[in-house]
Protein backbone atom coordinates (compact mmCIF):
# COMPACT_ATOMS: atom_id res chain seq x y z
CA UNK A 1 0.00 0.00 0.00
CA UNK A 2 1.53 3.23 -0.67
CA UNK A 3 2.46 5.59 2.33
CA UNK A 4 -0.15 8.80 2.67
CA UNK A 5 2.79 10.88 2.34
CA UNK A 6 4.56 11.16 -1.54
CA UNK A 7 7.88 10.28 -1.80
CA UNK A 8 10.50 12.94 -3.19
CA UNK A 9 14.19 13.35 -3.65
CA UNK A 10 15.99 15.49 -0.72
CA UNK A 11 16.73 19.13 -1.74
CA UNK A 12 20.18 20.78 -1.58
CA UNK A 13 20.73 23.18 0.49
CA UNK A 14 20.20 26.14 -1.17
CA UNK A 15 23.37 28.10 0.17
CA UNK A 16 25.50 25.35 -1.52
CA UNK A 17 23.71 25.60 -4.55
CA UNK A 18 24.30 28.95 -4.84
CA UNK A 19 27.77 29.07 -4.38
CA UNK A 20 28.89 26.58 -7.21
CA UNK A 21 25.99 28.45 -9.52
CA UNK A 22 28.29 31.43 -9.30
CA UNK A 23 31.67 29.96 -10.03
CA UNK A 24 32.64 31.25 -13.45
CA UNK A 25 33.06 28.24 -16.50
CA UNK A 26 34.96 29.52 -19.05
CA UNK A 27 33.43 29.57 -22.39
CA UNK A 28 35.39 28.17 -25.62
CA UNK A 29 35.47 31.32 -27.31
CA UNK A 30 37.11 32.46 -24.17
CA UNK A 31 39.68 29.07 -24.08
CA UNK A 32 40.11 29.89 -27.30
CA UNK A 33 41.01 33.30 -27.48
CA UNK A 34 44.03 32.98 -24.73
CA UNK A 35 46.95 31.64 -27.71
CA UNK A 36 45.64 34.98 -29.40
CA UNK A 37 46.34 37.14 -26.61
CA UNK A 38 49.74 35.57 -26.14
CA UNK A 39 50.31 35.87 -29.91
CA UNK A 40 49.20 39.77 -29.74
CA UNK A 41 51.24 40.46 -26.64
CA UNK A 42 54.71 39.09 -28.10
CA UNK A 43 53.55 41.19 -31.63
CA UNK A 44 53.09 43.84 -29.83
CA UNK A 45 56.24 43.44 -27.70
CA UNK A 46 58.66 42.65 -30.63
CA UNK A 47 56.99 45.41 -32.23
CA UNK A 48 57.70 47.43 -29.72
CA UNK A 49 61.34 46.39 -29.46
CA UNK A 50 61.94 46.96 -33.21
CA UNK A 51 60.51 50.62 -32.89
CA UNK A 52 62.59 51.30 -30.52
CA UNK A 53 66.00 49.66 -32.24
CA UNK A 54 64.79 52.46 -35.34
CA UNK A 55 64.65 55.56 -32.39
CA UNK A 56 68.01 54.25 -30.76
CA UNK A 57 69.62 54.62 -34.40
CA UNK A 58 68.15 57.64 -35.70
CA UNK A 59 68.99 58.98 -31.91
CA UNK A 60 72.53 57.88 -32.68
CA UNK A 61 72.54 58.91 -36.57
CA UNK A 62 71.30 62.40 -35.62
CA UNK A 63 72.18 64.28 -39.31
CA UNK A 64 74.54 61.77 -40.67
CA UNK A 65 74.70 60.27 -44.07
CA UNK A 66 73.47 56.62 -43.55
CA UNK A 67 70.23 54.74 -44.49
CA UNK A 68 67.19 56.31 -42.50
CA UNK A 69 66.24 53.45 -41.47
CA UNK A 70 68.31 49.88 -40.72
CA UNK A 71 67.23 46.51 -40.98
CA UNK A 72 65.79 45.09 -38.36
CA UNK A 73 68.15 43.40 -35.59
CA UNK A 74 70.84 42.91 -38.38
CA UNK A 75 71.76 46.02 -39.74
CA UNK A 76 74.11 45.86 -42.61
CA UNK A 77 75.17 42.43 -41.94
CA UNK A 78 74.94 41.02 -45.46
CA UNK A 79 77.09 43.66 -46.73
CA UNK A 80 79.37 43.05 -43.51
CA UNK A 81 79.67 39.48 -44.99
CA UNK A 82 80.84 39.93 -48.20
CA UNK A 83 82.72 43.19 -48.46
CA UNK A 84 83.35 44.88 -51.85
CA UNK A 85 85.71 47.55 -52.39
CA UNK A 86 82.58 49.46 -54.39
CA UNK A 87 80.01 49.57 -51.50
CA UNK A 88 83.24 50.44 -49.10
CA UNK A 89 83.42 53.63 -51.82
CA UNK A 90 79.32 54.43 -51.44
CA UNK A 91 79.67 54.33 -47.98
CA UNK A 92 82.87 56.61 -47.94
CA UNK A 93 81.58 59.30 -50.48
CA UNK A 94 78.44 59.67 -48.89
CA UNK A 95 79.92 62.01 -46.62
CA UNK A 96 83.31 63.01 -44.52
CA UNK A 97 81.29 61.23 -41.51
CA UNK A 98 78.76 58.50 -42.17
CA UNK A 99 77.06 55.96 -40.11
CA UNK A 100 75.70 52.38 -40.35
CA UNK A 101 74.49 49.92 -37.74
CA UNK A 102 75.84 45.77 -37.81
CA UNK A 103 73.90 43.86 -35.28
CA UNK A 104 72.85 46.99 -32.89
CA UNK A 105 76.57 47.91 -32.97
CA UNK A 106 76.17 51.87 -34.15
CA UNK A 107 79.19 52.71 -36.50
CA UNK A 108 80.77 55.93 -37.80
CA UNK A 109 83.28 55.82 -40.73
CA UNK A 110 85.36 58.47 -41.30
CA UNK A 111 86.14 59.17 -44.86
CA UNK A 112 88.63 62.44 -44.70
CA UNK A 113 91.79 62.74 -43.99
CA UNK A 114 91.18 65.40 -41.16
CA UNK A 115 88.22 63.19 -39.24
CA UNK A 116 90.85 59.77 -39.81
CA UNK A 117 93.58 61.04 -38.33
CA UNK A 118 91.65 63.01 -35.62
CA UNK A 119 89.82 59.10 -34.73
CA UNK A 120 93.67 58.45 -34.77
CA UNK A 121 95.36 60.60 -33.01
CA UNK A 122 92.84 60.84 -29.83
CA UNK A 123 93.41 58.34 -27.09
CA UNK A 124 91.18 59.89 -24.96
CA UNK A 125 87.97 59.35 -26.53
CA UNK A 126 88.82 56.05 -28.80
CA UNK A 127 90.68 52.80 -28.19
CA UNK A 128 91.26 49.84 -31.30
CA UNK A 129 89.26 47.59 -30.89
CA UNK A 130 90.18 46.09 -34.33
CA UNK A 131 87.21 43.35 -34.68
CA UNK A 132 85.07 42.02 -32.03
CA UNK A 133 86.52 38.90 -32.43
CA UNK A 134 89.90 40.13 -31.99
CA UNK A 135 90.75 40.33 -28.16
CA UNK A 136 89.14 36.57 -28.23
CA UNK A 137 91.80 35.70 -30.91
CA UNK A 138 94.80 38.04 -29.80
CA UNK A 139 93.78 37.41 -25.98
CA UNK A 140 92.32 40.80 -24.23
CA UNK A 141 95.84 41.00 -21.95
CA UNK A 142 97.86 41.67 -25.27
CA UNK A 143 99.71 44.46 -25.77
CA UNK A 144 97.88 45.96 -28.52
CA UNK A 145 95.20 46.45 -26.55
CA UNK A 146 96.52 48.48 -24.02
CA UNK A 147 95.95 52.17 -23.99
CA UNK A 148 97.64 55.98 -22.46
CA UNK A 149 100.78 55.72 -20.70
CA UNK A 150 101.30 51.62 -19.98
CA UNK A 151 100.78 52.01 -24.05
CA UNK A 152 103.88 53.97 -24.87
CA UNK A 153 106.06 52.24 -22.01
CA UNK A 154 105.30 49.02 -23.54
CA UNK A 155 106.24 50.54 -26.73
CA UNK A 156 109.79 52.20 -25.70
CA UNK A 157 110.89 48.42 -24.72
CA UNK A 158 109.41 47.05 -28.53
CA UNK A 159 111.20 49.84 -30.08
CA UNK A 160 114.69 47.90 -29.54
CA UNK A 161 113.33 45.29 -31.50
CA UNK A 162 113.57 47.74 -35.14
CA UNK A 163 116.61 49.54 -34.24
CA UNK A 164 119.05 49.76 -37.19
CA UNK A 165 121.19 47.02 -35.54
CA UNK A 166 118.27 44.19 -34.97
CA UNK A 167 117.55 45.15 -39.07
CA UNK A 168 120.29 44.33 -40.19
CA UNK A 169 119.98 40.94 -38.52
CA UNK A 170 116.81 40.24 -39.81
CA UNK A 171 117.94 41.39 -43.47
CA UNK A 172 119.99 38.43 -43.85
CA UNK A 173 117.34 36.26 -42.77
CA UNK A 174 114.62 37.83 -44.88
CA UNK A 175 116.91 37.40 -47.76
CA UNK A 176 118.03 33.40 -47.29
CA UNK A 177 114.03 32.74 -46.81
CA UNK A 178 112.91 34.62 -50.22
CA UNK A 179 115.96 32.89 -52.48
CA UNK A 180 114.81 29.32 -50.63
CA UNK A 181 111.29 29.70 -51.46
CA UNK A 182 112.39 31.33 -55.29
CA UNK A 183 114.40 28.05 -55.70
CA UNK A 184 110.68 26.04 -55.09
CA UNK A 185 108.90 28.65 -57.16
CA UNK A 186 111.03 28.06 -59.86
CA UNK A 187 111.44 24.16 -60.02
CA UNK A 188 107.51 23.99 -59.55
CA UNK A 189 107.20 25.79 -62.56
CA UNK A 190 109.36 23.86 -64.55
CA UNK A 191 107.18 20.99 -63.63
CA UNK A 192 104.23 22.79 -64.78
CA UNK A 193 104.78 26.24 -66.68
CA UNK A 194 101.04 27.01 -66.51
CA UNK A 195 100.05 30.38 -64.89
CA UNK A 196 99.25 29.78 -61.23
CA UNK A 197 97.64 32.39 -58.96
CA UNK A 198 100.60 33.11 -56.19
CA UNK A 199 98.19 34.04 -53.30
CA UNK A 200 99.22 30.46 -50.92
CA UNK A 201 102.66 30.62 -52.22
CA UNK A 202 102.95 34.70 -51.21
CA UNK A 203 101.65 33.67 -48.16
CA UNK A 204 103.58 30.79 -47.17
CA UNK A 205 106.79 32.57 -47.93
CA UNK A 206 105.70 35.73 -45.92
CA UNK A 207 105.03 33.11 -42.95
CA UNK A 208 108.34 31.31 -43.14
CA UNK A 209 109.98 34.61 -42.87
CA UNK A 210 108.02 36.07 -40.07
CA UNK A 211 108.74 33.37 -38.40
CA UNK A 212 112.24 32.79 -38.86
CA UNK A 213 112.72 36.33 -38.45
CA UNK A 214 111.06 36.23 -34.76
CA UNK A 215 112.20 33.01 -33.51
CA UNK A 216 115.27 31.71 -35.78
CA UNK A 217 115.88 27.99 -35.43
CA UNK A 218 114.14 28.04 -31.85
CA UNK A 219 111.41 26.37 -33.88
CA UNK A 220 111.45 23.28 -35.80
CA UNK A 221 110.22 23.11 -39.69
CA UNK A 222 107.29 21.18 -38.51
CA UNK A 223 106.12 24.61 -36.22
CA UNK A 224 106.16 26.87 -39.17
CA UNK A 225 104.64 24.83 -40.95
CA UNK A 226 102.10 23.91 -38.22
CA UNK A 227 101.51 27.97 -37.89
CA UNK A 228 101.29 28.38 -41.52
CA UNK A 229 98.51 26.71 -42.29
CA UNK A 230 96.32 27.14 -39.20
CA UNK A 231 96.86 30.86 -39.44
CA UNK A 232 94.26 31.04 -42.54
CA UNK A 233 91.72 30.26 -39.61
CA UNK A 234 93.05 33.40 -37.65
CA UNK A 235 92.58 35.47 -40.94
CA UNK A 236 88.88 34.38 -41.97
CA UNK A 237 88.18 35.16 -38.23
CA UNK A 238 89.45 39.02 -38.47
CA UNK A 239 87.21 39.95 -41.09
CA UNK A 240 85.24 43.29 -39.72
CA UNK A 241 82.32 41.46 -39.14
CA UNK A 242 81.53 38.22 -37.81
CA UNK A 243 79.73 35.77 -35.25
CA UNK A 244 80.90 36.84 -32.42
CA UNK A 245 80.76 33.73 -30.17
CA UNK A 246 83.16 30.66 -30.06
CA UNK A 247 81.20 27.77 -30.91
CA UNK A 248 82.41 24.58 -32.13
CA UNK A 249 82.75 25.34 -36.09
CA UNK A 250 82.50 29.36 -35.84
CA UNK A 251 85.49 31.14 -37.59
CA UNK A 252 86.61 32.34 -34.29
CA UNK A 253 86.77 29.39 -32.75
CA UNK A 254 88.88 27.75 -34.94
CA UNK A 255 90.94 30.88 -34.61
CA UNK A 256 91.20 30.51 -31.22
CA UNK A 257 92.33 26.46 -31.66
CA UNK A 258 94.83 27.92 -34.15
CA UNK A 259 96.16 30.72 -31.60
CA UNK A 260 96.99 27.54 -29.25
CA UNK A 261 98.64 26.01 -31.39
CA UNK A 262 100.76 28.46 -32.51
CA UNK A 263 101.56 30.13 -28.68
CA UNK A 264 102.40 26.09 -28.27
CA UNK A 265 105.53 26.68 -30.43
CA UNK A 266 106.42 30.31 -29.49
CA UNK A 267 106.61 30.16 -25.79
CA UNK A 268 109.26 26.96 -27.00
CA UNK A 269 111.25 29.61 -28.74
CA UNK A 270 111.06 32.19 -26.30
CA UNK A 271 112.21 29.96 -23.94
CA UNK A 272 114.90 28.49 -26.11
CA UNK A 273 116.15 31.99 -27.05
CA UNK A 274 116.92 32.52 -23.17
CA UNK A 275 118.86 29.83 -22.77
CA UNK A 276 120.40 30.59 -25.87
CA UNK A 277 121.62 33.93 -25.08
CA UNK A 278 122.36 33.13 -21.46
CA UNK A 279 125.32 30.52 -22.97
CA UNK A 280 126.58 33.27 -25.01
CA UNK A 281 125.30 32.79 -28.03
CA UNK A 282 124.93 35.95 -30.52
CA UNK A 283 121.30 37.21 -31.15
CA UNK A 284 119.92 35.33 -34.62
CA UNK A 285 116.50 36.32 -34.87
CA UNK A 286 114.25 39.01 -32.99
CA UNK A 287 113.96 37.25 -29.92
CA UNK A 288 117.50 36.81 -29.18
CA UNK A 289 117.88 40.47 -29.84
CA UNK A 290 114.94 40.88 -27.04
CA UNK A 291 116.60 38.74 -24.62
CA UNK A 292 120.19 40.05 -24.87
CA UNK A 293 118.51 43.96 -24.75
CA UNK A 294 117.28 42.64 -21.48
CA UNK A 295 120.46 41.67 -20.05
CA UNK A 296 122.09 44.80 -21.42
CA UNK A 297 123.35 46.24 -18.25
CA UNK A 298 122.64 49.68 -19.44
CA UNK A 299 119.22 48.56 -20.32
CA UNK A 300 116.83 50.37 -17.66
CA UNK A 301 113.22 49.30 -19.10
CA UNK A 302 111.28 45.85 -17.98
CA UNK A 303 113.20 43.32 -17.49
CA UNK A 304 110.38 40.70 -15.77
CA UNK A 305 109.29 39.55 -19.10
CA UNK A 306 107.77 35.98 -19.12
CA UNK A 307 107.86 33.18 -21.86
CA UNK A 308 104.13 33.21 -22.75
CA UNK A 309 104.18 37.45 -23.04
CA UNK A 310 106.90 37.15 -25.08
CA UNK A 311 105.40 34.44 -27.30
CA UNK A 312 101.84 37.14 -27.30
CA UNK A 313 104.05 39.96 -28.60
CA UNK A 314 105.55 37.93 -31.22
CA UNK A 315 102.24 36.30 -32.08
CA UNK A 316 100.83 40.26 -32.50
CA UNK A 317 103.74 40.47 -34.83
CA UNK A 318 102.77 37.65 -37.03
CA UNK A 319 99.01 39.10 -37.15
CA UNK A 320 100.26 42.18 -37.99
CA UNK A 321 102.66 41.25 -40.49
CA UNK A 322 101.22 38.49 -42.37
CA UNK A 323 97.68 39.25 -43.93
CA UNK A 324 99.28 43.19 -44.67
CA UNK A 325 102.57 42.22 -45.45
CA UNK A 326 100.98 39.42 -47.94
CA UNK A 327 98.69 41.61 -49.68
CA UNK A 328 101.79 44.01 -50.21
CA UNK A 329 103.72 41.35 -51.84
CA UNK A 330 101.29 40.00 -53.84
CA UNK A 331 100.05 43.51 -55.05
CA UNK A 332 104.02 44.17 -56.03
CA UNK A 333 104.25 41.52 -58.05
CA UNK A 334 100.96 42.43 -59.94
CA UNK A 335 101.94 45.56 -60.74
CA UNK A 336 105.26 45.29 -61.54
CA UNK A 337 104.25 42.18 -64.16
CA UNK A 338 101.72 45.13 -65.53
CA UNK A 339 103.93 48.30 -65.62
CA UNK A 340 107.27 46.41 -67.61
CA UNK A 341 108.72 50.21 -67.99
CA UNK A 342 108.67 50.28 -63.70
CA UNK A 343 110.10 46.60 -63.40
CA UNK A 344 113.20 47.22 -66.59
CA UNK A 345 114.31 50.62 -64.19
CA UNK A 346 114.14 48.45 -61.00
CA UNK A 347 116.18 45.94 -62.76
CA UNK A 348 118.87 48.30 -64.12
CA UNK A 349 119.22 49.85 -60.26
CA UNK A 350 119.52 46.35 -58.98
CA UNK A 351 122.60 45.43 -61.27
CA UNK A 352 124.51 48.55 -60.84
CA UNK A 353 123.85 48.36 -56.74
CA UNK A 354 124.66 44.32 -56.95
CA UNK A 355 127.64 45.32 -59.00
CA UNK A 356 126.07 42.28 -61.14
CA UNK A 357 126.93 39.96 -58.30
CA UNK A 358 122.77 38.83 -57.99
CA UNK A 359 123.81 35.82 -55.38
CA UNK A 360 125.20 38.47 -53.14
CA UNK A 361 123.10 38.77 -50.16
CA UNK A 362 120.65 42.15 -49.61
CA UNK A 363 122.26 44.66 -46.89
CA UNK A 364 120.80 47.57 -45.12
CA UNK A 365 123.53 49.75 -46.90
CA UNK A 366 122.68 48.21 -50.30
CA UNK A 367 119.09 49.09 -49.68
CA UNK A 368 119.65 52.82 -48.71
CA UNK A 369 121.12 52.95 -52.43
CA UNK A 370 117.77 51.86 -54.14
CA UNK A 371 116.42 54.79 -53.91
CA UNK A 372 113.76 53.68 -56.94
CA UNK A 373 112.88 50.38 -55.23
CA UNK A 374 111.95 52.19 -52.38
CA UNK A 375 109.76 55.13 -54.36
CA UNK A 376 108.15 51.45 -56.19
CA UNK A 377 107.27 49.50 -52.57
CA UNK A 378 105.66 53.55 -51.30
CA UNK A 379 103.57 53.81 -54.56
CA UNK A 380 102.13 49.97 -54.73
CA UNK A 381 101.47 50.37 -50.96
CA UNK A 382 99.58 53.35 -51.74
CA UNK A 383 97.36 52.51 -54.81
CA UNK A 384 96.75 49.16 -53.69
CA UNK A 385 96.82 49.76 -49.26
CA UNK A 386 96.19 46.43 -47.66
CA UNK A 387 94.67 48.16 -44.93
CA UNK A 388 91.82 50.56 -46.18
CA UNK A 389 90.77 51.36 -42.30
CA UNK A 390 91.05 50.40 -38.78
CA UNK A 391 88.43 50.11 -36.11
CA UNK A 392 88.45 52.15 -33.28
CA UNK A 393 85.52 52.11 -30.44
CA UNK A 394 84.95 55.25 -28.46
CA UNK A 395 85.40 54.91 -24.78
CA UNK A 396 83.35 58.34 -23.54
CA UNK A 397 81.29 60.63 -26.37
CA UNK A 398 83.49 61.41 -28.78
CA UNK A 399 83.12 64.90 -30.36
CA UNK A 400 84.41 63.99 -33.89
CA UNK A 401 83.16 67.20 -35.11
CA UNK A 402 81.79 70.49 -34.49
CA UNK A 403 78.21 69.48 -34.49
CA UNK A 404 78.16 65.40 -34.25
CA UNK A 405 79.54 63.47 -31.14
CA UNK A 406 79.64 60.16 -31.34
CA UNK A 407 78.32 57.79 -28.47
CA UNK A 408 79.93 56.04 -25.87
CA UNK A 409 80.30 52.45 -26.95
CA UNK A 410 79.96 52.86 -30.57
CA UNK A 411 82.49 51.55 -33.63
CA UNK A 412 84.04 54.64 -34.84
CA UNK A 413 86.35 53.87 -38.20
CA UNK A 414 88.65 55.98 -39.65
CA UNK A 415 89.79 54.88 -43.11
CA UNK A 416 92.76 55.18 -45.46
CA UNK A 417 91.84 54.61 -49.15
CA UNK A 418 90.73 58.33 -49.54
CA UNK A 419 93.65 60.21 -48.33
CA UNK A 420 95.75 57.63 -50.27
CA UNK A 421 93.71 58.66 -53.22
CA UNK A 422 93.42 62.43 -52.46
CA UNK A 423 93.60 63.93 -56.06
CA UNK A 424 95.17 67.09 -54.78
CA UNK A 425 98.03 65.36 -53.05
CA UNK A 426 97.95 62.96 -55.70
CA UNK A 427 97.63 64.01 -59.20
CA UNK A 428 96.15 61.13 -61.28
CA UNK A 429 96.17 59.36 -57.57
CA UNK A 430 95.23 55.65 -59.67
CA UNK A 431 97.73 55.57 -61.79
CA UNK A 432 101.68 54.07 -60.22
CA UNK A 433 103.95 56.25 -60.47
CA UNK A 434 106.83 55.87 -58.40
CA UNK A 435 108.94 59.07 -59.66
CA UNK A 436 106.03 61.30 -57.40
CA UNK A 437 108.55 60.22 -53.97
CA UNK A 438 111.33 61.10 -56.28
CA UNK A 439 111.02 64.69 -56.16
CA UNK A 440 111.44 66.26 -52.15
CA UNK A 441 109.66 68.84 -53.53
CA UNK A 442 105.91 66.89 -54.84
CA UNK A 443 102.40 66.99 -53.36
CA UNK A 444 103.57 63.59 -52.17
CA UNK A 445 106.39 64.21 -50.38
CA UNK A 446 105.02 67.94 -48.84
CA UNK A 447 101.78 66.01 -47.23
CA UNK A 448 103.21 63.26 -45.29
CA UNK A 449 99.97 63.34 -43.30
CA UNK A 450 98.04 61.96 -46.00
CA UNK A 451 100.41 58.97 -46.55
CA UNK A 452 98.13 56.19 -43.44
CA UNK A 453 98.89 53.06 -44.92
CA UNK A 454 100.89 52.47 -42.15
CA UNK A 455 98.11 54.22 -39.38
CA UNK A 456 99.09 57.53 -37.26
CA UNK A 457 99.06 58.50 -33.96
CA UNK A 458 100.50 56.58 -30.94
CA UNK A 459 99.45 53.01 -32.37
CA UNK A 460 101.14 53.22 -35.62
CA UNK A 461 102.10 50.29 -36.94
CA UNK A 462 105.78 49.93 -34.78
CA UNK A 463 107.50 47.72 -37.53
CA UNK A 464 107.09 50.00 -40.95
CA UNK A 465 110.91 49.53 -41.51
CA UNK A 466 110.86 45.60 -41.03
CA UNK A 467 107.59 45.74 -43.52
CA UNK A 468 108.79 47.63 -45.91
CA UNK A 469 112.56 46.19 -45.93
CA UNK A 470 110.91 42.71 -46.63
CA UNK A 471 108.51 44.02 -49.26
CA UNK A 472 111.24 46.10 -51.46
CA UNK A 473 113.88 43.00 -50.17
CA UNK A 474 111.85 40.20 -51.93
CA UNK A 475 110.76 42.07 -55.45
CA UNK A 476 114.26 43.59 -55.72
CA UNK A 477 115.40 39.90 -55.48
CA UNK A 478 112.97 38.31 -57.50
CA UNK A 479 113.61 40.82 -60.07
CA UNK A 480 117.23 39.53 -60.80
CA UNK A 481 116.38 36.06 -60.47
CA UNK A 482 113.17 35.62 -62.46
CA UNK A 483 110.99 36.81 -65.11
CA UNK A 484 107.51 36.67 -64.86
CA UNK A 485 104.13 37.12 -67.10
CA UNK A 486 100.84 37.93 -65.35
CA UNK A 487 98.09 36.01 -66.73
CA UNK A 488 94.83 38.28 -67.07
CA UNK A 489 91.74 37.52 -66.49
CA UNK A 490 88.61 38.77 -65.67
CA UNK A 491 89.10 39.12 -62.25
CA UNK A 492 92.77 40.38 -62.45
CA UNK A 493 91.75 43.91 -61.11
CA UNK A 494 88.61 43.12 -59.15
CA UNK A 495 89.52 43.09 -54.87
CA UNK A 496 88.93 40.48 -53.20
CA UNK A 497 88.74 41.60 -49.29
CA UNK A 498 89.68 38.95 -46.29
CA UNK A 499 90.95 40.92 -43.59
CA UNK A 500 93.28 42.77 -46.12
CA UNK A 501 93.46 43.49 -49.99
CA UNK A 502 93.86 40.73 -52.68
CA UNK A 503 93.22 40.86 -56.26
CA UNK A 504 90.47 38.37 -56.81
CA UNK A 505 92.27 35.71 -59.17
CA UNK A 506 94.84 35.53 -56.81
CA UNK A 507 97.87 36.82 -59.09
CA UNK A 508 98.20 34.35 -62.16
CA UNK A 509 101.84 34.49 -62.97
CA UNK A 510 103.88 32.18 -65.08
CA UNK A 511 107.14 32.14 -63.35
CA UNK A 512 110.60 31.57 -65.65
CA UNK A 513 114.33 31.48 -64.45
CA UNK A 514 116.07 34.91 -65.45
CA UNK A 515 119.26 34.82 -67.09
CA UNK A 516 122.24 36.34 -65.12
CA UNK A 517 123.66 39.66 -66.35
Not at 384 to 410: L, W
Not at 432 to 447: G, I, Q, Y
Request: glycine share 4%; charged share 20%; proline share 8%.
Amino acid sequence: MASSHSSSPPSMPTSHFSSLVDIPVPSLPFLLSQPATWLCTTVALIGALLVLEQSVYRYKKKHLPGATWTIPIIGKFADSMKPTMENYMAQWNSGELSAISVFNIFIVMASSNHYSRKILNSPGHAEPCLVNSAKHILMPDNWVFLTGKEHVEYRKILNTLFTKKALSIYIGVQDAIARKHFRQWLADAAKDPSPKPIMKTARNLNMDTSVRVFCGNHIPECGVVEISEKYWDITRALQLVNFPFAFPGTNVYRAIQARKAAFKWLEMAAAKAKIAIANGAEPHCMLDEWVQVLQDPSYKGRRDFSDREMAMVVFSFLFASQDAMSSGLIYGFQHLSDHPEILAKIREEQYRARGNNVDAPMTLEMLENMPYLNAFVKESLRVKPPVTMVPYRATKPFPISDNYTAPVGSMVIPSFYNSLHDPEIFPDHDSLTPERWLDPNSSANTNPKNYLVFGSGPHRCIGIEYATMNMALVLATASVLMDWEHHLTPESDKVEIIATLFPKDGCQLKLTPRPRP
